[in-house]
Structures are given as C-alpha cells and as structure tokens.
C-alpha cells in the first residue's frame, strides 16, 4: 500500500470505495494466509477473508483513523475464524476436534493480541523513522537498520562523530516521545533502536 494508513483509514471511514478497493487488495491473500493457517481450508479461508472485509466496509464509519486499520481487520478475521471453529459445518473433514478446540484457543490466546498489537507498534515505528529530519533519518538508518558504528557513518557522511552522536539522540527523543504510549515496551523497544 502506498498510502499513508491514517489517510487510508480516514478515507475508507467517510466511504471512498477507491481507498477500500486499495486496502482489500493489499491485505486479502494476508487474511486468507492467516484464516487458513488456523482452519486448513483454503476455500473457505477465502470466503472468511472476504466477511472480514466486508464488515470492516459496513462498519467503516466506527473506525478510528488513529488506530491501525490492519489490525482491526483481522481482529475481525480473528473472531470470524473462531466462530467458524466453533461451529463447523457437517462437511469440515479435515480437522479432528481435537484440532478444533486447539485452534480456538490460539486464536483467543492472548499472544495474538499482542501479535496484532505489534501490527501498530511496527506502523508506528516505520512512521516515526520517515518523518524524522533528513539527517538524522540517514543517521538513524545506517546506525540501526545497517548496522553502522557512529564512527563508520561520521565518515561516510563526512561528518563529525558529535554529529552523529547528536543525530542518534534526536532520534531516540523523538521515539520516546512517539511511543510513549507503549512505555511498558520501552525497554524492549530501546533493546532495539540500541
């Protein structure tokens, strides 16, 4: 997708069917990869994704842009997939019920919320790394996507290592200041941006 989530959210919330489209073809073989991964039926695994699809479209004007749009879909999904588990129809043979009551208690592990919680903080981060200035983005990157030492990128950059150094706390300001909602994470978030 190459719209901002926010903007795509907002739009598919005031009923732009474009936005939608965009959206449903972004994310449909995800939620079809994720529905099956749990009822191993591909064909209905389909026909789940598209339910989740479609409530989101019918309840568009609940959402909330500044949530993360992707995990409301397959909380949606989610649900849908235990309901289906709980129920399945007389043709389901491929699943023992053993498999079944497994399936529905992953599903309502609290693990996957996290998961899906994790969907907004990874949004978030990516976020957050492109608004950051130019410089320090350059700074950020080489430092923590790259792997770069503070001296490697004063270099390649022909700067001075205090600028550098003066970058990488900007960036973690800024971070701390953008997630600060998930302070709980803080430690394990610092782990990585370090």
């Not at 994310?27 to 409530?55: G, W």
């Not at 649900?79 to 019920?97: A, C, F, R, V």
């Not at 950059?157 to 990488?168: A, C, D, Q």
């Amino acid at each position: 997708m190459s719209k901002n989530p926010k903007l795509l959210a907002l739009e598919i919330s005031k009923g732009d069917v474009a936005s939608f489209e965009l959206f449903f073809n972004a994310e449909f073989d995800n939620i079809v990869y994720f529905v099956d991964s749990y009822i191993h039926d591909k064909y209905r695994a389909k026909d789940i994704a598209q339910e989740a699809l479609l409530t989101l479209w019918q309840k568009r004007s609940t959402i909330n842009p500044d949530k993360n749009i992707r995990a409301l879909v397959y909380t949606i999904a989610r649900n849908k997939t235990i309901n289906e588990l709980k129920s399945p129809p007389l043709n389901y043979k491929s699943l023992s019920l053993d498999e079944i009551k497994t399936d529905i208690l992953a599903l309502s592990d609290n693990s996957l919320d996290a998961e899906l919680e994790a969907l907004s903080l990874k949004e978030l981060i990516e976020k957050t790394i492109d608004n950051l200035p130019d410089t320090v983005r350059e700074s950020f990157i080489m430092s923590r996507v790259l792997g770069m030492t503070n001296r490697e990128i004063a270099k390649k950059k022909k700067m001075s290592l205090t600028g550098v150094e003066y970058h990488m706390k900007i960036s973690l300001k800024i971070f701390k200041e953008k997630l600060k909602e998930y302070n709980f994470l803080w430690g394990w978030i610092l782990t990585f941006l370090y």
